[in-house]
């Protein structure tokens, strides 16, 4: 089935630990989205990528960084984790090559920062 | 900065009932919105969008109404259904700095109850 995977579903991690939440998407889209969603905040956007090879900024990206070196692949890095990360992370993409395209998302990576 | 907000944060409807669910949104530039719906541990799904353009678009037991006047945008659902227990959420294109892709601005979620 065509979609987004998200790996790990959930991850229990001590502060200051380095951690890379993996995201795959098999749409052949072009764009790809990391948001952070938390109880009362809706869900904000970290980072985003229009095409492989170029990133960008999103609503809330400090502390967390990106790569997409191919189309399929957007893995978000946070490379010393803090307790106000806690949250859950999803990871979208959509054929923005196209207008009028809407996101599509994974189910998420649960990640609690001690 | 402008974003996009819910009128009520828990809508509790019997089964077979009507549904309406509303947002408010104050980007005046915004010009494309969508609807999705989560359940409990899993991700956003599409429901249902609109450009600015449209002021109805009809779905599957789904309508989405946009309001530009007083910038109001509603979805119903038809006959609701215990499956359409959710939260959902109602979302505005803007455009990130740095051009190109198009981040979504999110409401903060209504919470849809069944009640039998």
């Known amino acids: 089935i065509a979609g987004i995977t998200q790996a790990p579903t959930s991850q229990i991690l001590a502060a200051g630990r380095r951690m890379t939440l993996r995201c795959t998407q098999d749409?052949?889209?072009?764009?790809m989205y990391w948001y952070r969603q938390d109880l009362g905040l809706g869900l904000r956007l970290i980072h985003y990528?229009?095409?492989?090879?170029?990133?960008g900024k999103g609503e809330v990206p400090d502390g967390y960084s990106v790569s997409r070196a191919n189309t399929d692949d957007f893995p978000l890095t946070l490379a010393s984790a803090v307790p106000s990360q806690t949250s859950v992370y999803f990871c979208?993409?959509?054929?923005?090559?196209?207008?009028?395209?809407?996101?599509?998302f994974g189910d998420g990576t649960r990640l609690s920062i001690l | 900065g402008e974003s996009v907000g819910l009128h009520l944060p828990t809508l509790s409807v019997q089964e077979g009932d009507n549904s309406i669910i509303n947002c408010a949104y104050s980007?005046?530039?915004?010009?494309?919105f969508i609807w999705y719906k989560q359940e409990s541990g899993k991700g956003p799904q599409f429901i249902i969008d609109?450009?600015?353009?449209?002021d109805k678009r009809q779905g599957q037991r789904v309508t989405v109404l946009l309001n530009k006047t007083v910038k109001h945008l509603s979805l119903q659902i038809a006959a609701t259904q215990p499956g359409d227990s959710a939260v959902y959420f109602c979302a505005e294109n803007v455009m990130y700095s740095g051009g190109g892709a198009d981040g979504l601005t999110f409401g903060k979620g209504t919470h849809l109850i069944i009640q039998p």
């Open positions: 979208a993409s959509s054929d923005s090559g196209r207008m009028w395209q809407p996101q599509h």
């Open positions: 980007n005046s530039a915004s010009d494309y």
């Open positions: 749409m052949r889209h072009n764009a």
């Open positions: 609109i450009r600015s353009n449209m």
């Open positions: 990528s229009n095409t492989a090879g170029t990133t």
